[in-house]
Every structure is written in structure tokens, then in C-alpha cells.
């Protein structure tokens, strides 16, 4: 088994040659070092050692009794049964080697032990005879911490066969989130029994933007062993979500595939896939409801997008919806804020917590800060700002949340912040060189930038980066354009800033920052003008979430992509509002709570939509530009009463920033 640490996707510390010491603590106590090293060097020179283990190798190693019986249950029970007629005091341990049994007694006396990669499969067999339940766990955690799209195949078979539940659902989880990976790296899967391969590819959990993925896995699976495999594409195909393939896919890779048009049993699965894609077409004319086949259900995704609170209206909301990117639906979130609605806040996202952070209310300026656990889905209190920030800017480095500039009433600001939830407590860091409220910040390469803004007198198009190693600010190259209201976000080792307010017009224009050269160059055009709306990377996408237009309040999603480098339009919000922010949550254990709950039903939804869009149609006559009508058929008829202008926290004395938010 190769378990490869370089590839490892969390951060573990490795010495040179690949070896991790593990020390541990008994029941929470710590054990007398002193005392502990004072045994195991008697047990070393033999002294007072009361029993002694023999090796099919050869190896002899005496021992003190109590010491193994105090850390496996397998000694004890050695030891200490009166079913003997006399006490086991010489004892041969079949199938142990003296490499193995020297590392064990190292664990039991000082409980510590080397974990590597060369020795880390056969110490756990050998502990899990021995049922030295400590070094079990040390080598579990160890193949946890090591898993990587290489490995991870084996490490999850492995598991199973020595009955290690829990490490076999950490790798099979590993596999499901890093599937496109192991399907491209990995070799082990290539070696998987058709009956474990069609589980895999078959579970709602599969992590896949495209089903292409799955497909091209199964021919290059197949292809290992064409002979004896190529019967199996029926089974295979039967797992694979066709209907989410892209029809010209479809016909041009799948449909007349020879591994397809040699097997018969393939027809009624390709018929039923051409009769779903073709009838996407004709759905409106059919009578009665129609549901999702299997073929077309999406699976579950692995990322929950949450948008939350913001201005709708002439008031705040705290209300809260996620984005379900795999059926392309937003959810309800009942679980509000109980304390009340804010907007012109920012949100955080540490572990399963989201910290909603400073804002506005309508009345007051906010230094206060909530925090949604998105597992117990309780809110909570936790420290406040040194400062009231409203327009703030937030960004997460390492665990912890920067929050910088914003507007407390009566000043725009550019102090900055930083809070440790560990200790629950926020700390002022170095200030920014501009006042800067309504910018945007980001993460990337272990810095913090901050784009735009506005200072009191004028919109901003000067960014600035942090570098907490030296806690200091430092201007970089100004951006083509100045934006308040902006959203920027770190994307493909670029930071990406997009639309908000030059003091003339909302901008539908975006640009990117590259750190190597200090150089900005523009990217394509959002559909629509917007400022002070949420911006979020999901599905390898650039996602830019409501906002205002410079007329109304707007609830419609769009993504960029930058392989086809070009914005796509996806299912509008449920509500419109502005001045919103949203966060990323990876690997929730509840994500059902979070998904759309029928998914058997999505057809039947876009059917009624289809429905209500063509009696809108015909009751309206065309009069909008292309950019509205390509809006319109996005929403699939999803129409709500255009909203007045957003109502601006108060106290605003400048036209700009009135007019720009």
C-alpha cells in the first residue's frame, strides 16, 4: 500500500524521513515520564522483569507483566486468567516480529511510537491482534491524515477487512469529495471488483460537476481488461446519471460507443436517455405530472453555499437560503437569527461555525457578532468588535477572521481586527493606509487583500494587501476602475474583483489580479449591473448573488467560469435583497438538512415554471432588450413584484454613498 503524505489534503507535520512521532496521554492523565522511562530502561537490561515474549523470529523481550496487561487486553487476559495451572510467564507470540514488538513496547512503557509509512499497515494488524487498542488509533489517524487520491482506494479496503469501521468511512468519504482526483490518479480503482465499482459510482454522495467524469472512468476501467470487463458496461451504464449528460455528449461519446452498440441489453438504457432529453423540449405539452427518473436526479453536493440576511425592501431581513449547486435550487433556512435581521454585514466560516459580523439594522451600527453552528444550527453570542462596522469587509487567514474598515455612524474607517475563536476574543492589528467602507477583501497565498471602497468624499479603485507574518499594509496597483459596493474573491491564484459603484452607474465589469506581476487585466461582463451584493466560490465558479442594480433591489445569480471564461445564469434567489453576504460550508455531516428536499420532483417544478412563463408571455408584449429577456427565461418565470430602491443605513452626508448603495 502507498500511502503518499505529499499529497496529503489536510496540514500534518512530517519530519524528513516521513516518520510522525505520536505521544498520547492515558484516560486524559499523564503518566510519570520519569518514572515510565525508569521501567522501560529496567526492561531494556532485564532487570525485575517478571515474564518474557518469545517470537517465532527469534526475538526474546522480557517484560513486566503489569505494565502490558495496564495497556491491552489481551496481556491482562494472558496474565491474570486462572483458567492456567500455573502463571504464563514465558509465553511465544506467534506471527509478531521483533521490529513490531519493539515498537509495541515502546508504546506500552512510554507511550509513545514511530508511525510510517513503511511500517504503519503492519503495526496496525499486529496491535489489532495484540488488541493494543492505543497504537490501533495512533495508525488509524495516521492513514486519516495521509489519505490522498492515490491511496485512498487501498486504505478504505484495508479498513474493511480488519474491521476499522471507523477509518474505512473516512477514506470512503475521502473518495466520494475527491472523486474527479481518483478517478484521474488513482491505479487501485482500477482494480476494484464490479461490485464495489458500481457502489461507488452509483452513490448519491459522488462528488461530480459532470457525469462526464463517471463515464470516462468507466471506459478507462473497462479498457484495463477489456475481455473480461466489457460485458459490465450495462451495469455500469445503470449507475452513471445519463440524463445530466450534456446531449451532444450524449450522442457523440455514449450513444454509439462500441462498448454500447456491441451489447444489446444497452438499447432500453439508451432509448430511455434519449426519451428524457428530448422531452425536455416537449415537457410543456404533456398532461399530468412529471416526475425525475432516476438517471436525472442529482446527487448530493459536498459544498452548501449560504446567503445570508441583507436589505429587501425598505427594511433589513435576516432571512436564509442555500444553494443547492448540484439541483440548482435555493433552500429555505428556518433557522434565523432569533435577535433580528442586519445588512451591510460580513459572514466567516470556521469549521461548521458561520460568524455573522458587524452591520446595520436600520437603526444601529453594529460591533456585535453572532455565530450559527451550522451542525446544531444554534446561535450564539460570542465577542464583540472593538469598533461598530457597517460596510465591512471580512476575510478568514488561518482560522482567523479579519475584519477591516466599514462605517460606524460617523466615520468611515481604516482600522482593522482580528478574532481568535479559541480564545474568543478580538485584537487590533495594524490600520490600513485608506479609510475604506462598502470595499471587499479576500484570501490568497496567506495574505489578506482589500479592493475599492469608499473614504467619505470619493469612490476607491486602490487596493491594498496584508501580510500578518510582518503586520503591515501595503498598496498595490491600483484597479481600472473605482468601485464601492464591489465584491472581490480569490479565484485560480488571482483575486477577482467585480461590479459595484464608480459614483456614476452600478458596473456589470469585472478584473483580476495577478500578485506575480502587480498587474490587473479585465474579464468578460456580468449579465447584470450590481453593487453590495455577495460574491462565493463553489463548484470551481465565481458566483455573484443579488445586489442593486441602480434601480431596484435584484435576486438573480450568475457564475463565471474561467476555463470557458464566460458568466452563465443560474436559479435566482427566492427573496431580492442587497446588501447581503454569503459563506461556504464543505463537508457538513447534515447536508440534507441543507439540499432541496425532492428531488424526484425537479422536472415537474421546471414544468410548472415553463407553464407560468409561456401565460406570462402571452399576456406581455416583448418591450424589454435582450439582456431582461435572457434574465427572464433564466428564472423560468420565478416573478416577484419589482421592490422599491434599498433604504441606506442613516446618517449617510455624502451624495456618493447615498447614491451608491
Known amino acids: 500500500m502507498d500511502v503518499d503524505s505529499n499529497e496529503n489534503s489536510r496540514d500534518i507535520d512530517l519530519c524528513e524521513t516521513n516518520t510522525q512521532r505520536l505521544i498520547a496521554e492515558s484516560g486524559g492523565r499523564c503518566m510519570s515520564t520519569q518514572a515510565m522511562q525508569s521501567l522501560y530502561d529496567f526492561r531494556q537490561n532485564n532487570l525485575l522483569c517478571d515474564a518474557v515474549l518469545r517470537l517465532e523470529d527469534g526475538g526474546v523481550f522480557p517484560i513486566h507483566r503489569a505494565i502490558l496487561s495496564a495497556c491491552s487486553p489481551y496481556f491482562r487476559t494472558l496474565f491474570t486468567t486462572t483458567l492456567h495451572s500455573r502463571e504464563k510467564t514465558d509465553v511465544l507470540l506467534p506471527g509478531v516480529s ?40 495512533f495508525c488509524c489517524e495516521y492513514l486519516k491524515q495521509n489519505l490522498a487520491p492515490e491511496n ?52 448519491d454522495e459522488l462528488n461530480v460537476k459532470s457525469e462526464d467524469t463517471v463515464w470516462d472512468l468507466v471506459l478507462k476501467w473497462i479498457d484495463y481488461d477489456p475481455q473480461s470487463r466489457k460485458d459490465y458496461i450495462v451495469d455500469l451504464m445503470k449507475n452513471i446519471r445519463l440524463g445530466l449528460l450534456d446531449t451532444q455528449f450524449f450522442l457523440e461519446n455514449v450513444k454509439d460507443h462500441p462498448y454500447v452498440t456491441g451489447n444489446e441489453a444497452c438499447r432500453p438504457i439508451i432509448i430511455e436517455t434519449l426519451k428524457f432529453l428530448y422531452d425536455l423540449e416537449i415537457i410543456t405539452q404533456k398532461d399530468g405530472e412529471v416526475p425525475t427518473p432516476k438517471i436525472a436526479r442529482p446527487r448530493v453536493p459536498h459544498e452548501i453555499l449560504f446567503a445570508i440576511g441583507g436589505w429587501s425592501g425598505r427594511s433589513p431581513t435576516n432571512f436564509i437560503e442555500t444553494y443547492d449547486t448540484r439541483a440548482d435550487r435555493w433552500v429555505k433556512v428556518e433557522e434565523v437569527d432569533p435577535i433580528g435581521p442586519r445588512a451591510y454585514h460580513g459572514t466567516a466560516v470556521v469549521g461548521f461555525n458561520i460568524y455573522v459580523i458587524g452591520g446595520f439594522d436600520g437603526a444601529d451600527y453594529f460591533n456585535s457578532c453572532r455565530c450559527f453552528n451550522a451542525v ?134 469585472g478584473e483580476k489580479y495577478n500578485p506575480a506581476t502587480d498587474v490587473w487585466t479585465p474579464i468578460p461582463d456580468m449579465y447584470n449591473s450590481r453593487s453590495n451584493f455577495a460574491i462565493e466560490v463553489i463548484d470551481d465558479m465565481i458566483f455573484a448573488i443579488g445586489g442593486f442594480n441602480g434601480v431596484t433591489t435584484i435576486y438573480h445569480v450568475e457564475c463565471y467560469d474561467e476555463k470557458t471564461n464566460e458568466w452563465y445564469e443560474a436559479t435566482d434567489m427566492n427573496v431580492y435583497r442587497s446588501a447581503l453576504s454569503a459563506c461556504v460550508i464543505m463537508g457538513l455531516p447534515n447536508v440534507n438538512d441543507y439540499i432541496h428536499k425532492h428531488r424526484e420532483r425537479l422536472m415537474e417544478e421546471k414544468r410548472q415554471k415553463l407553464l407560468a412563463l409561456e401565460v406570462h408571455r402571452s399576456q406581455h408584449q416583448p418591450q424589454q432588450d435582450q439582456m431582461q429577456q435572457n434574465s427572464e427565461n433564466s428564472q423560468l418565470s420565478n416573478e416577484l413584484p419589482i421592490p422599491p430602491s434599498p433604504q441606506m443605513p442613516q446618517n449617510m452626508n455624502t451624495n456618493n454613498e447615498n447614491r451608491q448603495n
Open 98 to 137: 521483533s521490529n513490531m514488538m519493539n515498537l509495541l513496547l515502546e508504546y506500552a512503557y512510554l507511550r509513545s511510537i514511530n508511525v510510517n509509512n513503511e511500517n504503519v499497515c503492519q503495526l496496525l494488524v499486529t496491535a489489532d491482534y495484540l488488541n493494543i487498542l492505543g497504537v490501533l488509533d
Open 152 to 203: 485512498c482506494i487501498s486504505i478504505m479496503r484495508f479498513a474493511r477487512e480488519h474491521f476499522c469501521k471507523g477509518l474505512e468511512n473516512s477514506a470512503y468519504r475521502y473518495v466520494m469529495r475527491h472523486f474527479v482526483q481518483v478517478a484521474q490518479r488513482s491505479e487501485e480503482i482500477l482494480d476494484l471488483p464490479i461490485e464495489e465499482l458500481t457502489t461507488l459510482i452509483g452513490a
Open 376 to 509: 446544531t444550527k444554534v446561535w450564539r453570542e460570542v465577542a464583540p468588535m472593538n469598533a461598530r462596522r457597517c460596510y465591512v469587509s471580512v476575510a478568514v487567514l488561518n482560522d482567523l477572521i479579519y475584519a477591516m474598515g466599514g462605517y460606524d455612524g460617523y466615520y468611515r474607517q481604516n482600522t482593522a481586527e482580528r478574532y481568535n475563536y479559541k480564545t474568543n476574543q478580538w485584537s487590533l492589528i495594524a490600520p490600513m493606509n485608506c479609510q475604506r467602507s462598502d470595499a471587499s477583501a479576500t484570501t490568497l497565498n496567506d495574505k489578506i487583500y482589500i479592493t475599492g471602497g469608499f473614504n467619505g468624499h470619493e469612490c476607491l479603485n486602490s487596493a491594498e494587501v496584508y501580510d500578518p507574518e510582518t503586520n503591515q499594509w501595503t498598496i498595490i496597483a491600483p484597479m481600472r476602475s473605482r468601485r464601492s459596493g464591489v465584491s472581490c474573491i480569490a479565484y485560480h491564484n488571482h483575486v477577482y474583483v467585480i461590479g459595484g459603484f464608480n459614483g456614476i452607474s452600478r458596473m456589470c465589469s
